[in-house]
């Protein structure tokens, strides 16, 4: 993580934090800021470590996620700027823009400004507009600096000589709080906020730092199976690794010494099994050194889940809750994050809000801004009651952030504390599924026109009428890795549900071999006449 280097130019720090002041002065209340006349500035910078980012295939087009926030121009007095590496494909922008009800598209379009900086590299985008002075200053005569605020993906330093450099306030946790969202950090929320999180370590520098760390795990949990070996600040899942310590509890029983136990687990974290496919114990060693790494006790349980509850930290200092999720993992072993359902469970979303309300005052008292999730852990008891166990804070906008907003935008709904459900304007309760994972080798070479076709002629689009529908984003990962994002929203989980498995079927249809024409050259039997102007 780049953290916030305090030496670099003091007056620019102090600068940095008398822009975000400037948020509060000028949004005095939560309904205020949601729907004010402003300039919004749109940076989805993946601005994280980018060796990790690369676990995750297709991350080169992960700055679409935050196309969500184009609904926001359902505010006619709303404008704004998003910028990309890499330019959109016109017709996924006029899709999003189509879904505005109540708004002419020709009115949207003129409040929104794309740009990019036409750079594929391995880089934050933020960095990429920082080496571009007339980009830089195309943004800034663009944007109304009394009126305008900056908002992103995750804020790093980055985000924060932008701010600056702009003279724009940045919508987010300042960089020296993003300590919070890491493992560690998350652990130490937890415990000042007496949060019931698992047992486990603090960070660890090194393969011998850890090895000594869970084994003092170890003896304090005799009996413990698993635990969890996660990389400091990694993604989605995909920096963590499991450690079976079943095949190896012979070769250090109860009676062996710290030191025993310690080379033991240190000459067997060869067996780690790694969430991420490609990784290695070589390389995950040398992660451990530049990124550091806990462990905690891996959660056994029959029936376990993984909810969220996901929240806001406003201008003001306010803490509101917006909503709770069971989220969908995978990978080998559950660790990996592919999509979500809303609402959590009724027998623990209550449950999860007060939980999530703890963790965000804490977070407003160190002065986080806007965005923060809390993933937890819940099993069910043999006397039909759930354990909570919270894992890992996320300082930023992740994977249920995009499809719960695209949800509130839409509809202009408004989500109910006592209930933990979202409710439309006519009253009526809402739900979805949503994934950024839908992927399979078959969707390789959809293109986003392709995709729009299907979408028309099997009416997959979203029903503003009804509230109903999907909402696809991630469009642009769909011709070369076949994979793509979708939000399905239904009157009840149920019909969320029948509306998700319509869309695949209706994918898996189309990308049948019979649909496959046309697959090689030698499929093209060209005329052998034609007309003038014709083919």
């Known amino acids: 993580m780049q953290t916030f280097d305090s030496s670099h130019v003091i007056d620019r720090v102090d600068q940095f934090h008398e822009l975000q002041l400037t948020l509060r002065e000028r949004w005095k209340t939560v309904e205020l800021f949601d729907n004010s006349d402003a300039d919004i500035l749109v940076i989805p910078s993946l601005s994280l470590d980018q060796r990790e980012l690369k676990k995750i295939e297709g991350c080169e087009h992960y700055e679409e996620r935050l196309l969500f926030s184009l609904i926001r121009l359902r505010n006619p007095r709303t404008r704004l700027i998003y ?70 993906y995750n804020a790093t330093l980055w985000e924060a000589k932008l701010s600056v450099k702009l003279g724009v306030p940045l919508y987010a946790p300042a960089p020296e709080l993003q300590i919070w969202g890491t493992k560690s950090g998350s652990r130490q929320i937890f415990a000042e906020s007496n949060v019931p999180h698992p047992d486990g370590s603090g960070l660890a520098r090194s393969a011998d730092d850890l090895a000594e760390v869970a084994a003092e795990l170890w003896e304090r949990q005799p009996t413990l199976q698993r635990m969890v070996v996660k990389l400091n600040e990694g993604i989605s899942g995909e920096g963590n690794a499991l450690l079976d310590l079943r095949p190896i509890s012979h070769l250090a029983p109860p009676n062996a010494t710290h030191a025993e136990r310690v080379a033991t687990i240190l000459e067997n974290f060869q067996l780690l099994r790694f969430q991420a496919t490609q990784e290695t114990w070589d390389n995950f060693s040398r992660r451990i050194v530049e990124l550091g790494a806990i462990v905690e006790a891996f959660i056994e349980g029959e029936i376990k889940r993984s909810p969220s509850v996901q929240g806001r930290i406003t201008p003001t200092g306010e803490v509101e809750i917006l909503s709770t999720h069971d989220q969908i993992l995978g990978g080998p072993d559950g660790q990996i994050y592919l ?80 209930t933990g459900l979202f409710y439309s304007q006519q009253g009526r309760p809402k739900y979805y599924i949503a994934t950024d994972n839908l992927q399979k ?12 076709d299907i979408i028309a002629h099997h009416r997959l689009h979203f029903d503003s009428g009804t509230e109903t529908g999907t909402v696809f984003h991630l469009m642009g990962c769909l011709s070369q890795f076949g994979k793509l994002g979708l939000t399905s929203i239904g009157d009840s989980l149920q019909e969320a549900e029948d509306i998700y498995n319509k869309v695949i079927k209706v994918l898996d249809a189309e990308t049948s071999d019979k649909n496959r024409e046309f697959s090689s050259i ?3 039997t060209l005329p052998i006449t034609w007309e003038e102007g014709s083919w």
């Not at 080798?441 to 729009?452: A, E, I, S, V």
Request: proline share 5%; net charge positive; charged share 25%.
């Open 83 to 152: 910028v990309t590496s890499m330019p959109l494909h016109p017709s996924i922008i006029d899709y999003y823009l189509q879904l505005l009800p109540g708004i002419p598209f020709s009115h949207a379009r003129n409040r929104l400004l794309l740009l990019s900086a036409y750079d594929s590299s391995q880089k934050p985008l933020s960095q990429k507009i920082l080496e571009r002075p007339r980009l830089l200053e195309r943004i800034r005569q663009a944007l109304r600096l009394n009126k305008a605020f900056l908002t992103c």
């Open 339 to 418: 999509g979500c359902r809303f609402p959590a469970d009724e027998a623990y979303r209550l449950h999860l809000q007060q939980l999530g309300l703890k963790i965000g005052k804490n977070l407003a008292d160190k002065g986080a801004l806007e965005r923060y999730g809390v993933d937890f852990i819940t099993v069910l008891k043999e006397n039909g009651e759930w354990d909570i166990q919270a894992i890992e804070i996320n300082l930023r906008k992740g994977g249920t952030t995009h499809p719960f907003m695209t949800l509130k935008l839409l509809t202009n709904g408004r989500y109910n504390l006592s």
């Open 441 to 452: 080798d078959r969707y390789q070479g959809l293109l986003p026109n392709d995709l729009m």
């Open 522 to 524: 030698s499929d093209y």
